[in-house]
């Protein structure tokens, strides 16, 4: 695995300041209790009680929450990580690819990925995820590797993250979360901000049962051995309680002002509609090269980044086809495998941008091991989307995008792998022009002829063929201006009255 530098202005040891978990915003760690588990490996049905008393509490884990709000601002802040994956199905390649990508993923929350470990299984351990066998091995990885945590490449249920991190000592988090946490250092707009904590909060939700029942076992446990027992409501439960009616209501201010966000970005793109530009979505896997695409297409300066997600926002720009037609294209989030379904929810009105297109230009990283793996990752989450929007997905355009670092012998494979797909580097622009007239050629064409007589009062109309039909011929006469030209048919409704005038 891939090693990145330690990040060590973020790298902070467990903290050992005494901090009682109740008090602290996200369960600050306990070090010195570690320090103890560390020293011993408890293994008798005797120690596991200590075992459990001692879990250690990790910060950005703990649910609770000192102030809802800071759930927008709420990062992981991991730091040494061991990531573990289960393979069920395909080959050891497939496991490891996935396996690779979780490691890109953590790189990309700022974590230094220490080791990974996948494990064949015909299905994940319903109670620890890995196998018992597998969830010792990981310990002993853990502490040699000095890790303070584990990632899991799946999204596991809450009873097996507790149940893991019981084992392990050490924070457990899966790949949703992680997900979920570079979403929320990237977002920027209040739009994506609220999608991010929105997603964030859902996940957090039925997680908070079992954290609340191991936080009460714990207070039970200072409170000098009178642990809550079944049925006994500690006070970490009488917190739960209250943290989950603030989420609650949390939860549907957020839905309320996404929907206030979304009716705006509706309009806007209504306006789009109805001035009948046509719309291109630059779709694809996260880090294709979508935004470099954008701006090779375009000139923009949108941000580029070797980044997993470094756009969350949709940037549209005006553009002009080789023949004069103007159209927009936006450049949108990218996909990647188990997109967690919490983030397909939140970013609905987002990836509306890419279901309301005209046309879809999808692009994939050619440099990839498997680039049509990543394609029919795409094509899932849009039909799910399409399906959600009762809209069916849009005509989509392949491109195969960073062909600079293709070699040659390689080029005649991915052809076969992706038929029809059109070839590019935004980087050395290669590809680029072909590109720009497959797009012109694919988008919907002005389809009604009209011949009017438009008088100069109505200039507006007069640009309007201009800039948005096929002008056949023009001509300046006493009464107005002669058009004969291809519309679309709303502006065909327009110049309707001037019709047959002359
Ligand atoms: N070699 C090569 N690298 C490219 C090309 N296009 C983009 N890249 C690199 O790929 C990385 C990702 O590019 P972006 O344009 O940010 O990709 P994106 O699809 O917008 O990524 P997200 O917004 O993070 O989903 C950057 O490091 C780019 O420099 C290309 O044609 N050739
Ligand atoms: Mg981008």
Same mark, same amino acid.
């Given at each position: 695995?891939?090693?990145?530098?330690?990040?060590?202005?973020?790298?902070?040891?467990?903290?050992?300041?005494?901090?009682?978990?109740?008090?602290?915003?996200?369960?600050?760690?306990?070090?010195?209790?570690?320090?103890?588990?560390?020293?011993?490996?408890?293994?008798?049905?005797?120690?596991?009680?200590?075992?459990?008393?001692?879990?250690?509490?990790?910060?950005?884990?703990?649910?609770?929450?000192?102030?809802?709000?800071?759930?927008?601002?709420?990062?992981?802040?991991?730091?040494?990580?061991?990531?573990?994956?289960?393979?069920?199905?395909?080959?050891?390649?497939?496991?490891?690819?996935?396996?690779?990508?979780?490691?890109?993923?953590?790189?990309?929350?700022?974590?230094?990925?220490?080791?990974?470990?996948?494990?064949?299984?015909?299905?994940?351990?319903?109670?620890?995820?890995?196998?018992?066998?597998?969830?010792?091995?990981?310990?002993?990885?853990?502490?040699?590797?000095?890790?303070?945590?584990?990632?899991?490449?799946?999204?596991?249920?809450?009873?097996?993250?507790?149940?893991?991190?019981?084992?392990?000592?050490?924070?457990?988090?899966?790949?949703?979360?992680?997900?979920?946490?570079?979403?929320?250092?990237?977002?920027?707009?209040?739009?994506?901000?609220?999608? =991010? $904590?929105? +997603?964030?909060?859902?996940? *957090?939700? /039925?997680?908070? %049962?079992?954290?609340?029942?191991?936080?009460? @076992?714990?207070?039970?446990?200072?409170?000098?051995?009178?642990?809550?027992?079944?049925?006994?409501?500690?006070?970490?439960?009488?917190?739960?309680?209250?943290?989950?009616?603030?989420?609650?209501?949390?939860?549907?201010?957020?839905?309320?002002?996404?929907?206030?966000?979304?009716?705006?970005?509706?309009?806007?793109?209504?306006?789009?509609?109805?001035?009948?530009?046509?719309?291109?979505?630059?779709?694809?896997?996260?880090?294709?090269?979508?935004?470099?695409?954008?701006?090779?297409?375009?000139?923009?300066?949108?941000? =580029? $980044?070797? +980044?997993?997600?470094?756009? *969350?926002? /949709?940037?549209? %720009?005006?553009?002009?086809?080789?023949?004069? @037609?103007?159209?927009?294209?936006?450049?949108?989030?990218?996909?990647?495998?188990?997109?967690?379904?919490?983030?397909?929810?939140?970013?609905?009105?987002?990836?509306?941008?890419?279901?309301?297109?005209?046309?879809?230009?999808?692009?994939?990283?050619?440099?990839?091991?498997?680039?049509?793996?990543?394609?029919?990752?795409?094509?899932?989450?849009?039909?799910?989307?399409?399906?959600?929007?009762?809209?069916?997905?849009?005509?989509?355009?392949?491109?195969?995008?960073?062909?600079?670092?293709?070699?040659?012998?390689?080029?005649? $494979?991915?052809?076969?792998?992706?038929?029809?797909?059109?070839?590019?580097?935004?980087?050395?622009?290669?590809?680029?022009?072909?590109?720009?007239?497959?797009?012109?050629?694919?988008?919907?064409?002005?389809?009604?002829?009209?011949?009017?007589?438009?008088?100069?009062?109505?200039?507006?109309?007069?640009?309007?063929?201009?800039?948005?039909?096929?002008?056949?011929?023009?001509?300046?006469?006493?009464?107005?201006?002669?058009?004969?030209?291809?519309?679309?048919?709303?502006?065909?409704?327009?110049?309707?009255?001037?019709?047959?005038?002359?």
């Amino acid at each position: 695995m891939k090693k990145s530098a330690i990040r060590s202005a973020d790298f902070h040891p467990a903290e050992s300041n005494g901090a009682v978990p109740h008090d602290s915003a996200f369960g600050q760690a306990e070090a010195d209790v570690y320090e103890a588990i560390l020293a011993e490996e408890p293994s008798t049905g005797e120690m596991e009680l200590a075992d459990r008393n001692s879990l250690r509490r990790v910060s950005g884990l703990s649910t609770e929450l000192a102030d809802i709000t800071e759930v927008e601002y709420r990062r992981l802040r991991l730091e040494r990580v061991v990531l573990v994956g289960v393979w069920t199905e395909g080959d050891a390649q497939h496991a490891e690819d996935s396996l690779a990508e979780l490691g890109r993923l953590a790189e990309t929350a700022g974590s230094e990925v220490l080791e990974g470990l996948v494990q064949r299984r015909d299905r994940p351990d319903p109670s620890t995820y890995v196998g018992s066998g597998k969830v010792r091995e990981l310990r002993e990885v853990v502490v040699a590797t000095g890790a303070d945590t584990v990632i899991c490449d799946g999204e596991l249920s809450p009873g097996q993250l507790r149940q893991l991190e019981d084992k392990l000592k050490v924070k457990v988090i899966d790949r949703t979360a992680l997900i979920l946490d570079i979403f929320a250092q990237h977002a920027s707009s209040k739009e994506g901000k609220a999608q =991010v $904590e929105l +997603a964030q909060l859902q996940y *957090l939700l /039925p997680r908070l %049962r079992g954290w609340g029942e191991a936080m009460s @076992r714990q207070a039970g446990g200072r409170a000098g051995g009178a642990s809550g027992g079944v049925g006994t409501r500690g006070p970490g439960e009488t917190k739960l309680e209250t943290d989950r009616r603030r989420i609650h209501k949390r939860i549907s201010k957020l839905r309320k002002e996404i929907a206030a966000m979304r009716t705006v970005r509706g309009t806007k793109r209504g306006r789009r509609e109805a001035n009948a530009v046509p719309g291109v979505a630059i779709a694809g896997y996260t880090n294709a090269g979508k935004s470099s695409l954008l701006n090779a297409l375009t000139g923009a300066g949108v941000l =580029v $980044e070797d +980044a997993l997600f470094a756009t *969350l926002d /949709p940037t549209t %720009r005006r553009a002009d086809t080789p023949d004069g @037609r103007p159209h927009t294209l936006t450049d949108t989030v990218g996909f990647v495998r188990h997109l967690p379904h919490q983030l397909v929810e939140a970013f609905r009105s987002t990836l509306e941008e890419v279901t309301g297109a005209d046309l879809l230009v999808h692009v994939v990283d050619g440099a990839e091991q498997a680039p049509h793996e990543q394609v029919a990752a795409v094509r899932e989450v849009l039909t799910e989307i399409a399906e959600d929007h009762g809209a069916p997905v849009p005509p989509e355009l392949l491109v195969v995008n960073k062909i600079d670092s293709v070699a040659p012998t390689r080029m005649a $494979e991915l052809r076969r792998l992706l038929p029809g797909a059109v070839f590019v580097s935004a980087h050395s622009g290669e590809g680029v022009e072909a590109l720009r007239e497959i797009i012109a050629d694919r988008l919907p064409r002005p389809e009604v002829f009209v011949d009017a007589l438009v008088p100069y009062t109505r200039g507006e109309l007069v640009a309007r063929v201009h800039s948005e039909g096929e002008l056949v011929d023009e001509e300046h006469t006493a009464e107005g201006t002669r058009l004969r030209a291809k519309v679309r048919s709303d502006l065909a409704s327009a110049l309707k009255p001037f019709v047959g005038a002359g």
